[in-house]
């Protein structure tokens, strides 16, 4: 139960989400520069609650993502002394991670700042590193002397922290990732901080058994982190953590971006349109004119239902569901 | 490993006689091939090395290990593991169409040869327990695939699962190994037929395979093997076969003709390696080129498919369709709104396709691999070289690895592997690890 833990915290960082979000006219407007001392804080009371817990930060841009601090690799900048008033490993925390995030921003020019953000790199720069100190190797003997116990990492788990919209072309890459995660038994945690909700990071959470938050109330952004995901997971089964009831399973056409509930999918590529088509757009199979007449009869139905229910993400009640058993 | 079963096997080298001599009294000794073993050992000693075709093409691990200058095997078994890894991914760079959705029955040896104990703890065990890993991992692999259950026991063809997209299902099908126990003599026709005949209905896109496990020498047939041979060709089947005793010609040709693999299991992990190169979805191209005249049926088609909504838990129960529990959680069929308890499956009402995006997102890997990674040999080429990994930060050594003795196939001697898109550096662990697992370059995000 006092086990460490690991925790991989995923940062975005998208300075024009992050201006909209610190606008005055939002609700509860939060600025960057607020967000980071709170995250800050939150990640030293992850260190300091138990001496073996670690900690990596990686920070999504527009177009790029880079990995902010590690605790296996101990900063190298032993230039400033430090302040006598903090203790020394919050200090090292906090001065990497603004610094390293002052010279990233610094460094995006114009043209790039509307670059989709870097969160799938993110992502899977997470799993790479949570399956580096799983599976210590013996080939890390250089200088790291970091042989870490991989039986004192349970439960690693990944905290995503987004303001971003979804990015319909990361689709594919964010559900291999997810897949990667349940493969190594990771927990996604995503807090959404701004902007509207995102369908690929709430599959995040369910899927890899974490939980997905939105943050109405943004100011009390680090009460909600404390509350919600400083305890472990092992600790967390014995708590009444926030979870999402209703998973949207239905998936979006390749063609128009619609949510269908029927959909024609071609057989070699898994490409999902929403009404018969006579050649795959993506890979250009030509499907035989046979099954689309057959198709073509359920056509008007599954045009209406694709129209009629688009957006609309209301669970349908399940009363019309007692349907007389049917033995087989 | 036990490194004995090999020299064995190179020993007798025409036991296929021998045991086809003594049939007769071999079904009282059961253990025949174990005692003529042992006979010969003293008579032949090692003169015959000459091992058998299928041994030809397999490197026992343990010769190619060598000790490296301290005595160590460690480095030179870690070489060797992370060598075999690269192959792999290696391998099927250039194959493009894979047949997403499979059919596949998997035909269980449970004759009384299956009882012999040349792999720990007996051949049937070992089946068993092979076979439960294996169905794991191939739906993992294959999450629109169906697997079904044929035994072979006593003459007949048993069947003891229908085919179901349902890991659970199939599992719980060969949980009970006493209901399983081997006796009698098995029939590869009956259970070919069987199986052949569940499958007839498939659609044309998705394929139909059959993985036989077969332990015995012999099998007891109704009619002409051949002909059933003929019919799976006719109907595009693929039939693959793992071996536990020897080859056998008509397993050999059945796999030959139908576009299969065939193997013969050296020893416990071989076995297990075996089974294991069927799981990745097939190339498509060898399906339609072994199918020959076949192949102006449409090997593409449109299917249609229903995304359910997901009942949480706390929802008022209701009965669901499949198994007519009363149950809170559970998915509604888009068409009908049929409650079905798990995806993906045939809703039993309407029999529209019910799959999540989840489980077609699964299996998009396989249709878009991450382009393998190249070694970097020489840190003189260019000039900016990053001192880490750029997936984990783990940083690169500076200097060539000096116990690194094989620089072929692929390996880089300094470490390093290079996105050909993104152009960074990543390690050994991490260029495995993404093409593995991940399928996807965190430098390019593709
Ligand atoms: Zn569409
Ligand atoms: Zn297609
Ligand atoms: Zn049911
Ligand atoms: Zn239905
Ligand atoms: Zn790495
Ligand atoms: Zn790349």
């Known amino acids: 139960m006092d086990q460490p833990s690991h925790i991989s915290v995923i940062l975005d960082l998208s300075p024009s989400q992050w201006h909209l979000s610190s606008l005055p006219q939002n609700p509860y407007p939060l600025s960057l520069k607020s967000f980071l001392a709170q995250v800050l804080a939150f990640l030293n009371l992850h260190i300091a609650s138990k001496h073996e817990n670690t900690l990596a930060i990686f920070g999504a841009f527009p177009g790029k993502s880079v990995m902010l601090y590690s605790s296996t690799d101990p900063a190298s900048d032993s230039s400033d002394s430090g302040s006598p008033n903090i203790y020394r490993p919050f200090e090292i925390v906090d001065s990497r991670v603004v610094t390293r995030i002052e010279e990233e921003l610094e460094s995006i020019d114009d043209s790039q700042e509307e670059a989709p953000i870097g969160l799938v790199g993110a992502l899977t720069k997470a799993l790479c590193y949570i399956n580096r100190i799983k599976h210590p190797t013996p080939s890390t003997q250089s200088n790291g002397t970091t042989v870490e116990d991989p039986a004192t990492l349970p439960d690693p788990r990944i905290l995503i922290l987004s303001v971003s919209p979804d990015l319909s072309t990361s689709y594919i890459p964010i559900m291999n990732s997810i897949f990667s ?3 190594l038994k990771i927990i996604i945690d995503v807090c959404k901080i701004y902007g509207p909700d995102t369908v690929f990071l709430e599959q995040a959470a369910h899927l890899t058994g974490g939980s997905y938050v ?53 057989s070699v590529c898994l490409s999902i349109f929403c009404r018969p088509v006579a050649v795959c757009t993506t890979c250009r199979t030509k499907f035989p004119m046979s099954t689309l007449r057959r198709l073509d009869a359920y056509l008007p139905r599954a045009a209406k239902q694709a129209n009629g229910t688009a957006k609309t993400s209301a669970p349908p009640t399940p009363t019309a569901t007692g349907l007389p058993s049917t033995p087989r | ?186 029939s590869l026709q009956n259970a070919i037929e069987m199986a052949r005949g569940s499958m007839g209905h498939l659609p044309t896109h998705s394929s139909r395979e059959i993985l036989i496990i077969f332990g015995s020498l012999t099998t007891v047939d109704p009619g002409n093997i051949l002909e059933t041979l003929e019919r799976c060709v006719q109907d595009r089947i693929r039939v693959s076969v793992v071996a536990l005793a020897a080859e056998m010609k008509v397993c050999r040709e059945f796999c030959d003709k139908t576009g299969g693999q ?27 080129r072994a199918a020959g005249a076949g192949a102006n049926k449409p090997d593409a088609d449109l299917m249609m498919m229903g995304f359910p909504v997901r009942l949480p838990d706390t929802s008022p129960p209701a009965l669901c369709v499949c198994h007519s529990e009363l149950k809170s959680e559970g998915f509604l069929c888009p068409r009908c709104s049929a409650k079905v ?41 260019g000039s900016a070289f990053a ?60």
């Not at chain 1, 014995?238 to 949510?259: E, G, S, W, Y």
Request: proline share 6%; glycine share 6%.
């Open chain 2, 341 to 381: 308890c798990d995806v993906p499956t045939d809703c039993d009402i309407c029999g529209l396709m019910i799959v999540s995006s989840p489980h077609l997102a699964r299996s998009y890997h396989h249709l878009f691999p991450v382009k393998p990674y190249q070694a970097v040999t020489t840190l003189e080429e």
């Open chain 1, 181 to 183: 995660a349940q493969k």
């Open chain 2, 387 to 446: 001192k880490s990994c750029h997936a984990c930060a783990r940083s690169f050594p500076d200097a060539p690895l000096a116990s690194s003795t094989a620089t072929a196939e692929g390996m880089s001697p300094i470490g390093r592997y290079r996105c050909p898109d993104c152009q960074h550096d990543f390690c050994t662990e991490c260029d495995v690890f993404i093409h593995d697992v991940v399928h996807c370059c965190p430098g390019c995000g593709k």
């Open chain 1, 214 to 266: 939105y943050l109405e109330r943004r100011d009390a952004l680090l009460q909600h982190l404390v509350m919600s995901h400083l305890p472990s997971p092992a600790l967390r089964k014995l708590m009444a953590v926030p979870t999402q009831d209703k998973i949207d399973f239905r998936a979006a056409c390749f063609c128009h971006k619609n949510i269908v509930d029927v959909g024609f999918v071609c």
């Open chain 2, 262 to 288: 065939f193997g013969v299991a050296m020893n416990e992990g071989h076995f297990k390696d075996l089974l294991f190169e069927l799981i990745p979805p097939p190339a498509q191209r060898a399906l339609s």
């Open chain 2, 1 to 186: 490993m036990p490194p004995r079963q090999a020299d064995d096997y190179a020993d007798e080298s025409d036991s296929d006689i021998d045991i086809l001599e003594d049939s007769g009294n071999r079904s009282k000794k059961g253990k025949g091939k174990a005692i003529d073993r042992s006979k010969k050992d003293k008579g032949k000693g090692k003169s015959s090395e000459q091992p058998y075709a299928w041994e030809a093409s397999y490197t026992r691990s343990w010769d190619t290990v060598q000790e490296d200058e301290a005595g160590s095997l460690t480095t030179a078994v870690a070489d060797l593991l992370a060598r075999n890894r690269r192959r792999r991914l290696l391998a099927p760079a250039d194959a493009i169409r894979r047949t997403i959705i499979r059919h596949l029955i998997i035909i269980l040896d449970l004759s009384l040869s299956m009882l012999d104990r040349d792999m720990r703890p007996t051949r049937f065990d070992l089946s068993l327990e092979y076979a439960r890993e294996f169905i794991v991992e191939w739906f993992d692999q294959n999450p629109l695939g169906q697997i079904g259950l044929v035994g072979m026991r006593a003459g007949l063809g048993e069947r003891l699962s229908e085919m179901s997209g349902n890991p659970q299902d199939v599992l719980k099908a060969i949980s009970e190994r006493h209901r399983l126990e081997p006796a009698g003599e098995p």
